[in-house]
């Protein structure tokens, strides 16, 4: 596809003050068209207020946003929508309104109305007023006003709030077909787990700073690795492994070897202690333990 190096956001040297509190210090990052970008970080660390920054709906003390090119600020934002779908904190929704009336607010095809409401499985509610929806079902509704209209950009703050496990897993096959068809995707989620299964790469934000932006096979790099040893007798197992300098710690009813070790040897070690082996799994860091890792390194 040759819209695939095409960059997509650019945010430069971005500053935002509430009163005498400064949320956004130096905010810079970018990334490419056809991505799928997890903007994460601790409760307050900006996150929002950046989302809200990419769509125009705030002015900033410093610092420049483009999107494909072209300049965001708050007289461009109108401007902005046309090219970007959002869903930030809670969407907006019209009590007396139907969820098919809300998407023709934002689309004048009936075709894509249909599309978007097939695929997030909403048949059954759409014409139904929204003050009767669920948290869930408003939580859909949201996320198909972002998407109908396909825009080049979706930016997306907590989309799997309030879904259940089946919807959630729906909404990231799509996403992820959706990214594969050229869409660009900035999602912030508490939900690591869900988010490191369909992200390319993250952006780390904390105290209005971002920390780093790394891609996921980047930071799986920097995923410690581990062996998990269960033995009939873990308290000798352990002695016998400390006397031939494995890096080892005793965790509940397993033994943690902290290092990548050859597996072989280790075994032999145990086998001719006559310790009987009942378990050994290979243990990585998930994204939110490497995450969390690295904003501790970087406190202390």
Do not use: C
Not at 15 to 41: Q, W
């Amino acid at each position: 596809m040759q819209h695939v190096q095409e960059k997509m956001v650019q945010v430069v040297g971005l500053r935002k003050n509430f009163g005498h509190r400064t949320v956004l210090h130096d905010v810079n990052f970018e990334f490419s068209a056809g991505k799928i970008v997890g903007l994460v970080g601790p409760n307050g660390a900006g996150k929002t207020t950046i989302m809200k920054a990419l769509l125009g709906l705030m002015t900033t003390d410093a610092g420049n946003i483009r999107i494909l090119g072209q300049p965001v600020s708050a007289a461009t934002h109108a401007v902005v929508t046309q090219r970007v779908g959002a869903l930030i904190e809670r969407p907006a929704i019209y009590p007396f309104l139907s969820g098919w009336q809300h998407l023709q607010l934002m689309t004048t095809s009936a075709k894509q109305i249909a599309w978007v409401v097939q695929v997030l499985q909403m048949e059954s509610y759409i014409h139904r007023p929204a003050k009767r929806y669920s948290l869930g079902m408003k939580q859909k509704l949201g996320i198909a006003m972002a998407l109908v209209n396909r825009p080049r950009l979706v930016i997306l703050d907590e989309p799997m709030n309030g879904l259940d496990p089946q919807s959630v897993k729906r909404l990231r096959v799509l996403i992820g077909q959706l990214a594969q068809q050229g869409t660009t995707f900035l999602i912030s989620s508490h939900i690591l787990s869900e988010l490191e299964k369909i992200i390319d790469t993250v952006v780390l934000i904390d105290q209005g700073e971002v920390l780093l932006q790394r891609t996921m096979a980047q930071l799986q790099q920097l995923a410690r690795q581990s062996l998990v040893v269960r033995t009939t007798g873990n308290a000798r197992a352990l002695q016998v492994l400390l006397q031939a300098d494995y890096p080892v710690t005793q965790r509940g009813g397993n033994l943690i070897v902290t290092k990548p070790v050859a597996l072989t040897p280790l075994l032999h070690t145990l086998l001719n202690a006559r310790i009987q082996i009942l378990k050994v799994n290979q243990d990585q860091e998930d994204l939110e333990t490497v995450l969390l890792r690295l904003l501790a390194e970087r406190k202390a």
